[in-house]
């Protein structure tokens, strides 16, 4: 029997000919990544060990993007431990407030990540980068502090299940709404311990965005990873990563085999998928946004580590182009990195944005963990583009979060309630 | 070990946002997340909860979030142990790696109340609910986890991996 992309990626990291799902591995890592919140934690627990130094001080990420710009005192203490950390060790890449971007979003865009790179962070999103076809995870702060100083990590070579996507998705379904759709099948553990290989022609059609925000959103089925294969599009978006990053110079290429062993396989026609929502207070609590209509809202997010790039702000403002954001309601942008900020600028679409009436943040996961840029009151009711909706998750556990992919969140914010582009008026294709 | 203590029950999903919300995570002082262990699921946990104390949920305890903050809280606040019908993954590791005691054990996470008596033997993989007077065979960790345990954890695990020069 063969091998899956990812028992290949694990075999290679971990030294081996191959790996079988079940075996424990001591893998070698290629980037080892923390944020302001798991960071500090962490950097205490490597101290408190006696550990002195890191294994490869170019292969740490500190990204201190969760409460910062510092929200209060202790937040800022928090994130000076870490810029303490950062600068005893040498660590090359840690991004400083004005550099720094959503972790998620900024690594694979600075081209850190490489195609069959094993990358393991203090952040459960960190499950992310499988759009790139790496092998990447989400630890705690003892996990990140032990591959600090080790270099590498156990893991268990996970299962896969095989999530085959045929036909052609409508005109306003994302790569967002196949993600939303699919934990709406299986649950929030439906694929507990799970690699999750997205494969099929949806998905091949997919921009390399939009695989970012389904591999993103592995860890709310209880995945360990979310993959996708490398193909010509995966190429394109490493070609054009900075010159002599890790992502131009480095690469190692793998595919899973005809004969790999999945321990589930499961076909999801994609032209049957509509613009979903999941509804408080759990991911898997999908719905038709068509069928919520009812559902008055406060507040919108555009952005996080889930669908803060360029091509989600693209679709956003190909909604709010030449509408206003309706008067009950605050419509707030969470770009993913200052790169794509610019790139917004330059091409028009921060000042469509501004001119419909949003609120445009710096790059920060602030108000998706209800940490600031954002938070609810009691009895408010968002729609967002982030990735959790439980209880307290944005703010008062009386509020309430609805998920939803960046064409439906505008619509929504136009609309005053949930809604879906056509209510709106909105015509594919229209000019951005 | 053997814990002895009152139960305090949940159900399904139980995540890290409620377990300890993001809004106290601007500190990793262990007594101060202690203080707010629980409390966008159950207000009342760190008015109620006895030294020893145990909590049962049922399936996928301690998903979302990576913040190890979570397994901290809650050792912090008194509880002995965790059981549960299944652990979200990173909680699982977070555990271990934290020294929280965790069980798994379907049939009597599905069977416990709040308020029952139960004892935990770790050694003997035995759950016991005294209230009830019924007893259940916890799930064994898988070995490799056992010898993390058995080798004082993670960190000391790998100081042995790292040789002398490091530790």
Known sequence: MGSTITEKILARAGGLDEVKPGQIIEAKVDLVLANDITAPLGIAEFEKAGFTKVFDPARIALVPDHFTPNKDIKAAGQAKKMREFARKHKIVNYFEVGRVGIEHVLLPDTGMVAPGDVVIGADSHTCTYGAVAAFSTGVGSTD???????????????????????????PWVTGKDLMLHTIGLIGVD??????????????????????????NMAIEAGGKSGIVGF???????????????????????????????????????????????????????????ADCADIAIDQVIIGSCTNGRLHDLHQAAGILKGKKVHPDVRCIILPGTQDVCL???????????????????TPTCGACLG??????????????????????RMGHTGAEVYLASPYVAAASA?????????????????SR | ?????????????????????????????????????????????????????????????????????????????????????????????????????????????????????????????????????????????????????????????VKTQLGEDQA
């Open chain 1, 144 to 170: 990140f502090a032990a591959a600090m100083a080790w270099g590498h990590v156990w893991l268990r070579v996970p299962e896969t299940y095989k999530f085959v996507y045929s036909g052609t998705p409508g």
């Open chain 1, 190 to 215: 439906g694929a507990l311990y799970q690699a999750m290989e997205f494969t099929g022609p949806a998905i091949e059609a997919l921009s390399m965005d939009e695989r970012f925000s389904m591999c």
């Open chain 1, 231 to 289: 193909d010509e599009k995966t190429t394109r978006y490493l070609q054009s990563r900075p010159e002599g990053s890790r992502a131009r110079t480095v690469s190692h290429l793998f595919a899973s085999d005809r004969d790999a062993g999945y321990a589930k396989v499961l076909e999801i026609d994609a032209s049957a998928v509509q613009p979903t929502v999941s509804k408080p207070h759990l991911p898997s609590n999908t719905a038709a946004a």
């Open chain 1, 343 to 361: 790139e917004a600028i330059a091409d028009g679409t921060m000042q469509t944005l501004i001119e419909a009436g949003c609120a445009f943040s």
């Open chain 1, 371 to 392: 940490g600031h840029m954002g938070v609810l009151a009691e009895g408010e009711r968002a729609v967002a583009t982030t990735n959790r909706n439980f209880v307290g």
């Open chain 1, 414 to 430: 136009i609309a005053g309630h949930i809604a879906t582009p056509e209510e709106v008026g909105a015509v594919k294709g229209g």
């Open chain 2, 1 to 157: 070990m053997i814990f002895e203590g009152n139960v305090h029950k949940y159900g399904r999903d139980v995540d890290t946002d409620v377990i300890i919300p993001a809004r106290y995570l601007n500190t990793n002082d262990p007594d101060e997340l202690a203080r707010h262990a629980m409390e966008d699921i159950d207000a009342d946990f760190v008015d109620r909860v006895q030294p020893g104390d145990i909590i049962v949920a049922t399936e996928n305890f301690g998903c979302g979030s990576s913040r190890e903050h979570a397994p901290v809280a809650i050792s912090h606040s008194g509880v002995s142990v965790v059981v549960a019908a299944s652990f979200a993954r990173i909680f699982y590791r977070n555990a271990i790696n934290t020294g929280l005691p965790i069980v798994v054990c379907p049939a009597a996470a599905a069977d416990a109340r709040m308020g029952d008596r139960l004892k935990v033997d770790l050694q003997a993989g035995t759950v016991e609910n005294l209230t009830q007077g019924k007893t259940y065979e916890a799930e064994a960790f898988p070995p490799f986890m056992q010898e993390l345990i058995d080798r004082g954890g993670l960190l000391e695990y």
